[in-house]
């Protein structure tokens, strides 16, 4: 499988004269759906579990077991799309030094509903016994948008404000919901391991969040258009994204119609 960022070519001219950091989308759409479907299907349900359901169920198939598992409603798997894609962009290319790295999609309590608190978070530790201002905690929030565009919207203004609200508030709460997920998963050694983010007063680490707003290509110039400037220049630590892909919903759709057959 090809890295997924080779998909993507950074228009740099753009990205200087608008302070984003923007991707084009230049790959083959139906080779990154490929790409795509085992690592999504991963993001829902591991392979060690789907065989455990299998083994031990007299009527579930694989197939079903993985389709109980993803969102039927639209706007749902774009929502999730943007999720599970950051998370491999991420854990592959902007955070590759992240070790532990939460699969939330794992943990919804029903396909249609968002998974809890940030999008996306990922975290360093340098030493598992003991705690190093040099750990770090990487959160993503992550916005799609193919539909119609209202007046003055502005997906980049959507994700950075949910990239504010994780800096401010949602980043710590979800330290404890971690630890909760993985105690329940027997998985104690990650819970102990989550622990340690959770008194940043005390036992300080490098923090970095980040916004990202995945949009359909013709779109683009109406999004960077309408965002909020002033949003920006007050949290000039936050980087912003913007992936402009062509027929992004086809390429979602198409790919939520192949995960249930990895």
Known sequence: MANLISYFTKNDALSASEGLEIYDFTGDSVAFTRDCVQRFREAYISDEKLGRIVAKSKKTTRKEAIERRLPKLIQNMAGDFGEILSYYLWTETFATDANIRPQKMRWKEHPDMPSH??????????????????????????????????????????????????????????????????????????????????DPVNDPYFKQHFAIAIVESNQASIHIGNFDKALQAANANIPVYLLPIANLKTIYKTLFLDIPNN
């Open 117 to 198: 608190l940030v999008d996306v978070i990922l975290l360093k530790r340098v030493d598992e016994d003991n705690a190093s201002p040099d750990d770090k905690m990487y959160t993503i929030e992550s916005k799609v948008w193919t539909s119609r565009m209202g007046r003055g919207h502005s997906s980049l203004t959507n994700a950075l404000h949910g990239a504010v609200k994780d800096r401010v508030e949602r980043a710590a709460k979800t330290i404890p919901y971690l630890v909760i997920q993985y105690e329940r998963d027997d998985e104690y050694d990650l819970a102990d391991q989550v622990q340690r983010f959770g």
